[in-house]
């Protein structure tokens, strides 16, 4: 007796119901709600309000979610994040400040049964269904459901990701983060090391439903961002500037900040990864954060969340409000966050002070004490949900400020500051490309770069997969990670000595790699220090071909807050809905055929018998 129900899209009122068997709609509901006026259609219920009711719970075999959006449906918000978000990260003790105010936390919540997000093509034929099912009662058929849905973790018992590695049921969550430094870092030359200039963001988000992580606001708008402040410093000499710059683009920080961990491991452990990079020489973070809405009544407003390292820091809102000042026709503000914050916000930013409290950064948002993005790390969180010209402001305003950081005060020429323009198109270009399936991943700009394995882009980090490298094996490597590598490589290079030298066999000097081999099968060398830097647990360590956990450190308090995510090998999930005919319809089926059977031949009998009474008296 078990029911699959379908919810709509916040998953807070209940459309109808898939009997797998049969189960009664008015009496579980009447349970899960006693206070609720009967309402077939508008009860408000929620997978959690399922999961904490176990004899409801106990009947349901899953739930499917409708598609939908937000414009149509006049949603206040829905995050499904908590209301801080990895709190237990946090450079400072209140942890229970509300970033997110919309947070519900169901997406940490434990479920026994699964919760799938409907195309639109089959949220149509599902409520058919279901409509169906509610309306014929006293039908002798119902649409039933079947899943094909096998978890090799549950599968064999393997319940935890230290069990799961070690019966090799699961995977790492993880992937390869992507830095590249404008002009690119010479490490054969004996010369003095420049001070480094950092900026970072990330590019993996995530929601309740796996595959539909697109992070829009959070935090794709600051990747689009930086990615526009890149290509417009690319056509500057970086050989000028007095300081590096670097670019990061973290993955995994959705979970657990594992790209920003690992990236700061692997400086400590100067690996081959991080090559040319100095923790020490790190003078100041600049991250970019959720800037896609921004934009009110006209005015693009950005907030600063600075740390403590007071002299930097004002040295970084300096830059700031000068490159505010240069862009006077973009009606941009920036305004220190709030003083009653407990810090910044979550960030990436957190790990570097984890590190070193003393570290300088400031994290640019469009938000002051709470987050505006009300659909954080959730499905909706989507195109409809940010505004091109506030993204394509912040990327303006990043690029100035970068190069008025990285230049000595004396030499910084406002024609120059001018003259740095964000291309309008490029943004619009990469905002079709990494959150729309048309054209997606399939635009020409990625494919200028890369052969995306996929057209519609998800933002999911997903599994780390062989052994972590700083030249891992290309199919290993995400589609979003695999072009940022290439893109980044190229605004950042200078040209080869050998510039008609093709790759990958005629890329042989120094700091030269081989971009857009994808394409073509040829792809160009270029001088670039654009490297990979895996993503993955600091607690997780591979070898002899498999993954091995860690013991907990008590001196590292970020590793012991690392809860190690993993992911279940699985095969493809289906769902097959039919039309069955109800059980005591086929008993009634049954005793009926019985009694015929029975009557033909109780009538048989008694026809032979007339029969033969017949012959004799003949």
Sequence with gaps: MYCLLVLDLVMSHTLGQLYVSFCSYQKHMQQLMPHEKSNKTGKILSAYQVSKNTNFASLVAGILVESGTPGGNNFKGFSPELKFPEAEFAPYQNKNFEWNPSGSGIMWKAYNFPVFLLSENSTLALLEAATKNEKSKESYTSDVAEFGLVMQTTKSGTRDSESCLREETCLPLGGYSVWSALPPINTSTSQKSKPIILAVTSMDSASFFRDKSLGADSPISGLIALLGAVDALSHLNGLHLSKQLVFVVFTGEAWGFLGSRRFLLELDQHSDAVSGLDFTLIETVLEIGSVGKSFDQGVKKFFVHTTEAASISNQTLDALKR????????????????????????????????????????????????????????????????????????????????????????????????????????????????????????????????????????????????????????GYVGDVSRFLWNFLADKTSVPTENRSATCPKHCSGTGELCIRGETDGKGVCVVSSTRYVPAYSTRLKFESDMWKLLPTNSSDIMGAADPVWTESNWDTITLRVYSVQHASYDRLILLLGIAVTVAAYIAIVITRSVIRKALKRD
């Excluded at 394509?392 to 740095?420: F, G, H, M, Q």
């Excluded at 270009?429 to 399936?437: F, M, P, S």
Aim: aromatic share 6%; glycine share 4%.
């Design 323 to 474: 490159a505010q000042d240069s862009l006077k026709t973009e009606n941009v503000k920036i305004s220190v966050a709030s003083k009653s914050n407990p810090g910044i916000p979550p960030s990436s930013l957190m790990m570097f002070l984890r590190k070193n409290p003393d570290s300088s950064g400031i994290v640019l948002e469009d938000f002051d004490t709470a987050f505006t993005n009300k659909f954080y790390h959730s499905h909706l969180d989507n195109l409809s949900n940010i505004n091109a010209s506030a993204i394509a402001a912040a990327s303006s305003l990043v690029a100035r400020s970068l190069y008025i950081l990285a230049s000595e005060k004396n030499e910084i020429n406002d024609s120059v500051l001018t003259a740095i323009s964000v291309n309008i198109s490029f943004i619009d270009e990469l905002l079709g490309c990494l959150l729309d399936c048309e054209p997606g991943l399939s635009c020409d700009l990625v494919n200028q770069y890369i052969s995306p394995s996929a057209a519609c882009p998800s933002h999911y980090v997903g599994v780390i997969q062989g052994e972590p490298s700083s030249s891992p094996y290309p």
